[in-house]
């Protein structure tokens, strides 16, 4: 009986095991984002748990609105990676996303390929609103210099005596909004060390240059040269630095790794020394703007490769974490000169997102509230050396300063093909800037074409063909429904909104034979253009050639037109003095009034010190504006004089 009794009760469990099993929910995928929304400088995250037994791969498919969205890889699949009982995915999402709602389909395969399952997590790209807090369009002269500059006898605008305050005055001749001054510099010939690591003579001249700029209406911005040494030797700081492969010119020696004068983005001590400074700047009540240049790796860095790596889940071979890192820098350079067009891709937005990650990190440490602004570099939309405007913006600058530098005139021209593909105006606050050095302005299409004409000629293609008209606003107004309220009419003209000028020591020092007023008028001519084009100031200029009046005075017409909605009275034209000319006593002229939309030409003399030379002839508009910007300035160039009048 009892033997019954145990094949009974067997039989039972038995069955109710059996239920159990048949009736239990199978294994199901679950995957979720890591945070809900992703700034642009941002790799998503996305993990899988719970794949079905005999998973072995697992991927990814961004998609937007039920399309398929492409990384910065170009590859419409995201790998993810076996990380202890989950599965990881890492996407490095395509320069200038569109902002809004994204999902990510994750499928689960087994060793056929077939499909075992598949779950679907929600996530959101963001982006920061261009910011409010400065005044666009606008116009920047910078000063790059370890020279002292307090007892410098700088040349000053319109014959001004010489002197330090020279260096405010020609900004404000030439209606600029601020100086930009280069305030934290290290450099090794000044001998620095880790408990002074920057140049005191300019941090001496913060207040001095800033009460200066007050007095005369403008703002004034203080950068730090952060991650970058000047000079040709390393400076005696234990600073971890950026690592480059080189291949040196003598055969003798063999290729390798070579620490360069960068400092490593990773280098906490050079970090802590810029967030000190940033602090201090900060602090400083003269100080209206602060910036910050050598954002980015410099060349090559190259001892980022393992964070790299990790950061985007990549697995070059088992065991390449725990390679030296020589070995591991030599397998990214490998990928990179063999023109793995992925790699390129990810090497250069995974150094931007760098970039832009440690800008917000000084941001934060220092406490920065002041607007800020950043330098990024030219070359395919700074792209090429590991920055990107969007992201800098996203990590917390005001405006976005783009070096339009280290460039003949065919490359040049290169850059401003490839910008407006790129870049959509009003989505950033982007002040383009040409750099006053005779090294870089040559123009093989007219060698004989004078550096000052050469400077005006790319400040004017910059402001207007650097941007693009805007695309669909519909992802920005869905991203900041208030930003109508807070900035206006959107943006479509296609035009930056801003040019910086640099900088006053090239254009006083390395002028190439002409003269700092020559590259002045250049610049301010073309920043006038700009700020008649949108609004900003109401009179346009116009210098025509002149006609002659005997051997060395001539008139200089100059067509004036009232852009605005409001009558002008009592406006002053005046020409303005430049290499080989002059004003003369009766240079200047007044129109009594001008109404919206007429246009005058008036005739203000200008004094030639040499008649056959060639000239810069300059001339400039004023209507007792407010302002020290409301100024407009037109120049052309001329020679010979004696050519016949149009």
């Given at each position: ?13 038995g069955l109710?095991?059996?239920a ?20 642009r ?38 790998e ?67 020279a ?28 600029a ?61 234990p ?51 602060i910036?910050l ?19 985007l ?24 000169r ?17 970039a ?26 700074g ?14 600058a ?37 750099i ?8 093989p ?5 004078p ?32 930003y ?18 640099h ?14 007023d ?14 008649a ?44 003095p ?69």
């Amino acid at each position: 009986m009892a033997v019954k009794l145990s094949l009974t009760l067997a039989l039972v469990v038995g069955l109710l095991l059996l239920a159990l099993v048949v009736t239990a929910d199978p294994v199901k995928l679950s995957v979720a984002a890591s945070q809900p929304e992703y700034w642009r400088y941002e790799v998503v995250v996305v993990t899988a748990k719970g794949a079905p037994p005999g998973t072995e791969r697992v991927f990814g498919v961004p998609m937007r609105n039920g399309e398929t969205v492409t990384g910065v890889s170009e590859k419409l699949e995201v790998e993810f990676r076996r990380e202890g009982d989950a599965w990881v995915g890492r996407w490095a999402m395509p320069w200038d996303p569109d902002l809004g709602d994204y999902e990510m389909v994750v499928k689960a395969l087994d060793s056929s390929g077939d499909e075992l399952d598949s779950a679907t997590t929600d996530f959101r790209i963001r982006g920061r609103s261009p910011s409010s807090r400065v005044r666009l369009p606008h116009f920047a002269v910078t000063l790059e210099t370890d020279a002292d500059y307090y007892t410098a006898r700088l040349s000053g605008p319109r014959m001004r005596v010489p002197g330090w305050k020279n260096v405010v005055a020609w900004p404000e001749y030439a209606g600029a909004d601020s100086i930009w001054f280069c305030a934290g510099m290290t450099k090794a010939m000044y001998r620095p060390t880790a408990e002074n690591p920057w140049l005191q003579r300019n941090l001496d001249m913060v207040p001095v240059l800033a009460r200066e700029c007050h007095r005369a209406g403008l703002a004034f911005g203080a950068w730090i040269a952060s991650f970058f040494p000047y000079g040709e030797t390393r400076p005696n700081i234990p600073y971890e630095n950026s690592r480059n492969y080189i291949v040196p010119e003598d055969p003798a020696k063999e290729p390798g790794f070579w620490w360069t004068l960068n400092a490593s983005l990773n280098c906490e001590l050079r970090k802590l020394h810029i967030v000190e400074l940033a602090k201090r700047l900060q602090a400083e009540p003269q100080v209206d703007y602060i910036g910050l240049d050598y954002i980015r790796t410099g060349p090559g860095g190259y001892e980022l490769v393992t964070d790299m790596v990790t950061e985007l889940g990549l697995e070059p071979y088992d065991g390449f974490r725990n390679e030296p890192i020589e070995v591991q820098m030599a397998w990214l350079v490998g990928r990179l000169r063999s023109r793995d067009r992925a790699m390129v891709n990810l090497w250069q937005w995974w150094r931007a997102s760098k970039a832009a990650r440690t800008l917000a990190e000084i941001k934060t440490r220092a406490g920065i509230t002041k607007p800020v602004w950043c330098f990024t570099l030219g070359w395919m939309m700074g792209h090429q050396h590991g920055q990107d405007t969007q992201m800098m913006t996203d990590a917390g600058a005001d405006f976005v300063a783009a070096m339009l530098y280290d460039a003949t005139r065919n490359e040049w021209d290169g850059m401003m093909d490839d910008w407006p593909r790129f870049y959509r105006d009003g989505r950033i606050n982007l002040v383009a800037g040409v750099i006053a050095d005779t090294r870089q302005l040559e123009n093989p299409y007219n060698p004989a074409a004078p550096y000052p004409l050469e400077v005006g000629n790319r400040a004017a293609q910059a402001i207007v063909g650097l941007a693009a008209s805007a695309g669909p606003w519909d992802d920005l107004l869905a991203e900041d429904p208030a930003y109508l309220d807070r900035y206006g009419p959107l943006r479509t003209d296609g035009l930056v909104e801003g040019l910086f000028l640099h900088d006053l020591e090239r254009m006083a020092y390395r002028t190439g034979g002409w003269t700092i007023d020559d590259y002045i008028v250049a610049g301010a001519s073309a920043m006038s253009e700009l700020r008649a084009r949108t609004g900003d100031i109401p009179l346009e200029i116009k210098v025509k050639r002149p006609q002659g009046v005997g051997a060395f005075l001539f008139d200089v017409p100059v067509e004036v037109t009232n852009v605005g909605s409001e009558v002008l009275r009592n406006i002053r034209v005046r020409t303005e003095p430049t290499r080989n000319a002059g004003i003369a006593r009766d240079g200047a002229v007044f129109i009594k009034t001008l109404a919206p939309g007429e246009t005058v030409t008036v005739t203000p003399r200008l004094y030639a010190y040499e008649y056959t030379a060639e000239h810069v002839i300059a001339a400039s508009a004023w209507w007792g504006g407010p302002r020290p910007a409301d100024v407009a300035f037109d120049c052309r160039y001329q020679l010979p004089w004696a050519e016949p009048e149009e």
